[in-house]
């Protein structure tokens, strides 16, 4: 493996994160990750010393990516090391498989990975049959994801003869302030409450990650 020049490390003098300048070292790069044995000089404090620098390959992890209905195979890279929860946001892209919708044959090399940079909500993690809220990724047999690029806003619109029910698809960050006049498919709508679950604010706003329905009257 290429040595490199220079890293930034932990310097125990300085007690803080700095550049080191690399004057000798040899490493390894096998399948069970990089190993570096370098001679390193601190550019702030000058003190040298030796550093054993060790990075774990990262594991290919099974996961199950739902968007609007529709389940895909793919795979998720991670550290061994790392801890994901349900309800980490995690970026899903790489290189990846040939396409393979769930339930539509194939094998468990019939994957798929979704374009490169792709936000997914971690909503169940599988650890030996047992559907757990918290893993070592080390450990982690399943993952299933939902894409997080846009979630889906339900509204109620009041006509002044009927309530309609519409739907909208909005970034997770996207805030709807009451008082926001909002197009719905044929209509536009004035907003005059949202309801997050806990509470319905009657002023204010709210992400749509976190807002159950939107309530207002048809405007023209």
Same mark, same amino acid.
């Given at each position: 493996? $290429?040595?490199?020049? #220079?890293?930034?490390?932990?310097?125990? $003098?300085?007690?803080?994160?700095?550049?080191?300048?690399?004057?000798?070292?040899?490493?390894?790069?096998?399948?069970?990750?990089?190993?570096?044995? #370098?001679?390193?000089?601190?550019?702030?404090? #000058?003190? +040298?010393?030796?550093?054993?620098?060790?990075?774990? #390959?990262?594991?290919?992890?099974?996961?199950?990516?739902?968007?609007?209905?529709?389940?895909? *195979?793919?795979?998720?890279?991670?550290?061994?090391?790392?801890?994901?929860?349900?309800?980490?946001?995690?970026?899903?892209? =790489?290189?990846?498989?040939?396409?393979?919708?769930?339930?539509?044959?194939?094998?468990?090399?019939?994957?798929?990975?979704?374009?490169? =940079?792709?936000?997914?909500?971690?909503?169940? +993690?599988?650890?030996?049959?047992?559907?757990?809220?918290?893993?070592?990724?080390?450990? @982690?047999? %399943?993952?299933?994801?939902?894409?997080?690029?846009?979630?889906?806003?339900?509204?109620?619109?009041?006509?002044?003869?009927? %309530?309609?029910?519409?739907?909208?698809?909005? @970034?997770?960050?996207?805030?709807?302030?009451?008082?926001?006049?909002? @197009? @719905?498919?044929?209509?536009?709508?004035?907003?005059?409450?949202?309801?997050?679950?806990?509470?319905?604010?009657?002023?204010?706003?709210?992400?749509?990650?976190?807002? *159950?329905?939107?309530? =207002? *009257?048809?405007? $023209?």
């Amino acid at each position: 493996m $290429e040595i490199p020049n #220079a890293l930034y490390l932990e310097c125990p $003098e300085c007690e803080d994160e700095t550049l080191h300048e690399v004057l000798k070292g040899r490493g390894s790069e096998r399948a069970g990750g990089l190993r570096l044995s #370098a001679l390193v000089k601190c550019q702030q404090c #000058a003190t +040298i010393r030796t550093v054993e620098i060790k990075e774990d #390959a990262e594991r290919a992890v099974k996961a199950i990516l739902s968007d609007e209905g529709q389940s895909t *195979r793919c795979t998720l890279s991670l550290d061994p090391g790392s801890v994901i929860s349900v309800g980490d946001v995690i970026m899903l892209g =790489g290189a990846g498989g040939s396409a393979g919708k769930d339930g539509e044959g194939g094998d468990d090399d019939d994957v798929s990975t979704p374009e490169e =940079g792709l936000p997914c909500l971690i909503t169940t +993690i599988e650890v030996k049959t047992r559907r757990v809220p918290r893993a070592k990724a080390s450990t @982690a047999d %399943t993952v299933w994801l939902k894409r997080y690029d846009k979630v889906k806003v339900k509204i109620s619109v009041n006509t002044g003869r009927k %309530t309609i029910s519409r739907e909208i698809w909005a @970034a997770p960050d996207e805030k709807f302030e009451i008082g926001d006049v909002v @197009a @719905a498919g044929d209509m536009k709508l004035l907003i005059h409450s949202l309801n997050t679950g806990g509470r319905k604010l009657k002023r204010g706003a709210a992400s749509a990650r976190s807002i *159950r329905r939107i309530y =207002g *009257r048809e405007v $023209e």
